[in-house]
T-cell receptor, first 114, second 112 residues
Framework: DSGVTQTPKHLITATGQRVTLRCSPR?????VYWYQQSLDQGLQFLIQ???????AKGNILERFSAQQFPDLHSELNLSSLELGDSALYFC?????????????FGAGSRLTVL | AQSVTQLGSHVSVSEGALVLLRCNYS??????LFWYVQYPNQGLQLLLK??????LVKGINGFEAEFKKSETSFHLTKPSAHMSDAAEYFC??????????FGTGTSLTVIP
């Protein structure tokens, strides 16, 4: 158990729908990162938060949005889903202490869009 | 911008043979480099990290990586492959602003 919790583990939905993926970081970690892993695109950085504030955006579509709440959990919202959005979505958190500063990943949420 | 390139999307080795997974980085300043492993149906786990303290970095499960500035490389090695090493391996770099970017991954197959 990495300490990063992601729910749900699996999600099957239809095109055009909207889903929300949730992530709880490791205790004490202030930063949350979202990544998308698909067979043809590899591991793509989506967005980064630090203590509730957005810090960086990667290849995140306009149909996708995220936020980090005061209790530091984060949610990734995916709307108007398309078949191509089927992928594994990973959340990772980052420790702040010197010598840490690595990403710790959750087990992922597998999204299937039919 | 700092990035990493993994050469070879698939590598096959025999059990007991040397494992060599290649990663090259592009950076104008000393980078922070990482190797992660992803076992089937799991998230990524940190194998090892380079933070300029030592050029040879030892990680978990017998893996190590050597930072070679002259070759801009950070290849991952293990002297003797085990069946349990079969997984996807990712090289990553930490950029300014604590952004982490990953290579495209190398799938390691271990042949009994």
């Amino acid at each position: 158990d990495s300490g990063v919790t992601q729910t749900p583990k699996h999600l099957i939905t239809a095109t055009g729908q909207r889903v929300t993926l949730r992530c709880s970081p490791r205790s004490g970690d202030l930063s949350v990162y979202w990544y998308q892993q698909s067979l043809d695109q590899g591991l793509q950085f989506l967005i980064q938060y630090y203590n509730g504030e957005e810090r960086a955006k990667g290849n995140i579509l306009e149909r996708f949005s995220a936020q980090q709440f005061p209790d530091l959990h984060s949610e990734l919202n995916l709307s108007s889903l398309e078949l191509g959005d089927s992928a594994l979505y990973f959340c990772a958190s980052r420790g702040e202490s010197h010598g840490a500063n690595v990403l710790t990943f959750g087990a992922g949420s597998r999204l299937t869009v039919l | 911008a700092q990035s990493v390139t993994q050469l070879g999307s698939h590598v096959s080795v025999s059990e007991g043979a040397l494992v060599l997974l290649r990663c090259n980085y592009s950076s104008s300043v000393p980078p922070y480099l990482f190797w992660y492993v992803q076992y089937p149906n799991q998230g990524l786990q940190l194998l090892l990290k380079y933070t300029s303290a030592a050029t040879l970095v030892k990680g978990i499960n017998g893996f190590e990586a050597e930072f070679k500035k002259s070759e801009t490389s950070f290849h991952l090695t293990k002297p003797s492959a085990h069946m349990s090493d079969a997984a996807e391996y990712f090289c990553a770099v930490r950029r300014a602003g604590n952004q982490f970017y990953f290579g495209t991954g190398t799938s390691l197959t271990v042949i009994p």
